[in-house]
């Protein structure tokens, strides 16, 4: 491995100085505590890199839980914003603008489907999945009223609205937030023979996560998602798959599911879709299903707006070159090499996941993965934990290998540490 040539020393530096003291008591008293972060306050940020109040750089290796993939502050889609900033922000879908159409059809193309439903955030997008599966049960498949059900697999993420928490398995999103949204059946992550049982006539959607991102980065067992394609399409039920997170070149394809060959009947799409500059989410699937929508039965404000479709189209330009999704692949590769030979020395007890995109289980004598997160600031490397024992890596794709190496040799002194 190479030490980093980006402006950063190794080592250790000191505890965090009176500006970042004072701007975290100050977020402490007015903000709900529904995070607990870092204690690090981020003021700039440019690539792969970040800078604090304190003036110490980071590397990026979280990129916003992939809403980041091109990076901070990506010169073509800052230029894309401020074009647009000077020009018009935001119409309402009360009227048409002329951003409108030309982003539904590249991002229609993009992912080989008819229409496109443009929302702002996951969770919204993840909400409007759910309302037109349900729509579709009862017009095009024929469930009887308020019968519709929808399967999904434990340990899941899909957002922190009331009815997705309702099928969540996770305590933290779930407790003391009921009544809960009836209607869905929990199955087994990556257990085929669970899913096609559950599956009945009243059955209008199989909504899961290509890999599980919250939950540790767990890569479903070879052939499973080809086993949902096959189930559901025998069965005549939307295969929808949430991409909000794995898609858009995480993982070395441009959708996960690629790596299984196979197209579900929705994707659900965010978080990078925005480049990190503003929230922009969608829904994709083809006229059948989409087309069950009439005026007046769902909208947002905000969505479609033509800011974000002006930031999303140069997001679409960008990924139409593949250089992304080569980079994911080529240097998800070196990451995951470069993790299994910690593994191999017992620095970890397993290694999950695809491309640039990997959740790492920390031995016990190691501490939490929050210990591992907190040892890792002060080397100047940003990284998170998930459920405890796991830290997340999903650095930016525009990362470079010397600056990924650097980040890597620093998680390797603190995990190999006495």
Known sequence: MTTSTSGNTPGTSPAPGAATERQIAEA??????????????????????????????????????????????????IAAAKEQL?????????????????????????????MVLPMNTGAEAVETAVKTARKWGYKVKGVPDGRAKIIVADGNFHGRTTTIISFSTDPEARADFGPYTPGFQVVPYGDLAALEAAVD?????????????????????????????????????????????????????????????????????????????????????????????????????????????AVGLEVLAMLRTGEYQRRAAELGEHLHRELGSLLAAGALTQVRGRGLWAGLDIPAERGTARTVAEALLPRGVLAKDTHVST??????????????????????????AG
């Open 201 to 309: 006539d009243d059955t209008v959607a199989v909504l899961l996560e290509p890999i599980q991102g919250e939950a540790g980065v767990l890569v479903p067992p070879p052939g499973y998602l080809a086993g949902v394609r096959r189930i559901t399409a025998e069965r005549g039920v939307l295969f929808i798959a949430d991409e909000i997170q794995s898609g858009l070149g995480r993982t070395g394809r441009t959708f996960a599911c690629e790596h299984e060959d196979v197209v579900p009947d929705m994707y659900v799409l965010g978080k990078a879709l925005g480049g990190g500059v503003v929230p922009v989410s969608a829904v994709v699937s083809s006229r059948e299903v989409l087309g069950v929508f009439r005026p007046g039965e769902h909208g947002s404000t905000f969505g479609g707006n033509p800011l974000a479709c």
């Open 86 to 114: 000077g020009r018009v922000t935001l119409t309402s879908r009360a009227f048409h603008h002329d951003r409108f159409a030309r982003f539904c059809a590249e991002l229609a193309q993009l992912c080989g489907m008819e």
């Open 28 to 77: 402490d008293t007015y903000s709900a505590h529904n995070y607990h972060p870092l204690p690090v306050v981020i003021a700039e940020g440019e690539g792969a890199w970040v800078t604090d109040v304190e003036g110490k750089r980071y590397v990026d290796m979280l990129a916003g839980y992939s809403a980041l993939n091109f990076g901070h502050a990506h010169p073509r889609l």
């Open 391 to 416: 830290l997340r890596l999903a650095p930016p794709l525009v990362i470079s290998k010397d600056d990924l190496d650097w980040s890597l040799d620093r998680l390797r002194e603190v995990l190999t």
